[in-house]
């Protein structure tokens, strides 16, 4: 169950649009989702930029779970080049507002590793890791993911190869890798790829590749 709340911008200043929202959360509740329905971005007095910057703070030092919801793609745009946050996404639409995952990450450098799961579970995502393409087959053997982050230069087999072992899992796949020119778009199709991620990656690559 989120808590909604609907934040008017239209001929404020970005201090106005925060002192409004610090009335509306003191603290989190219950560990609901907050969803700010945000009217009149477009019109605000003063930098967007600056209010966004200043509304990941106010999430993120409260470490309070919020969907911005902006139809016009503005909020989405300046939440991109800040970098994203894992406390925050930016959606057009309630319907786009994300849900926890089963989440295989298949990392076999231990900070790159432990990078992404401090990231996917801070924004409330279950994570299962694995080091090698076979420990990744293993893992996927008695359990259901709904996302498989896979690296494809692992220590035994590619993650290529390993994408086309786990066809018919119905887990999104999306492959994370400085070296994604080894293998053509044709090749990531034939493997089940949903989608490439080019390492190194800021939050909000990262978080995006999650919704497909």
């Keep these: 169950m989120h808590r909604k709340i609907r934040l008017d911008c239209g001929g404020k200043t970005a201090r106005q649009v925060l002192e409004g929202l610090r009335r509306e959360i003191s603290a989190p509740k219950n560990g609901r989702r ?3 329905l945000v009217d009149n971005l477009q019109k605000i007095e003063g930098s967007m930029g600056r209010l966004l910057r200043e509304i990941l703070a106010f999430f993120n030092e409260r470490a309070i779970k919020a969907s911005i919801i902006d139809p016009t793609g503005c909020a989405g745009t300046v939440y991109r080049a800040l970098g994203g946050s894992v406390h925050v996404e930016v959606c057009r639409s309630e319907e786009d507002v994300g849900r926890p995952l089963e989440i295989l990450v298949v990392e076999d450098t231990p900070d790159s590793l432990d990078f992404v799961r401090t990231l996917l579970e801070a924004a409330g995502h279950k994570v299962t890791a694995a080091a090698t393409g076979r420990e990744a087959l293993k893992a996927a053997e008695g359990k259901r ?15 290529v190869s390993v994408a086309r072992s786990l066809a018919g899992k119905q887990a999104r796949l999306v ?26 990656f800021a939050t909000a690559d990262l978080l995006d590749a999650l919704k497909g």
């Design 145 to 159: 993911f709904d996302l498989v982050l896979l690296d494809l230069v692992l220590p035994d087999i590619d993650g």
């Design 175 to 200: 492959a994370m890798s400085a070296f994604l020119d080894r293998w053509d778009a044709s090749d990531y199709r034939r493997a089940g790829f949903h989608r490439t991620l080019r390492k190194p």
């Design 34 to 36: 907050v969803v700010l």
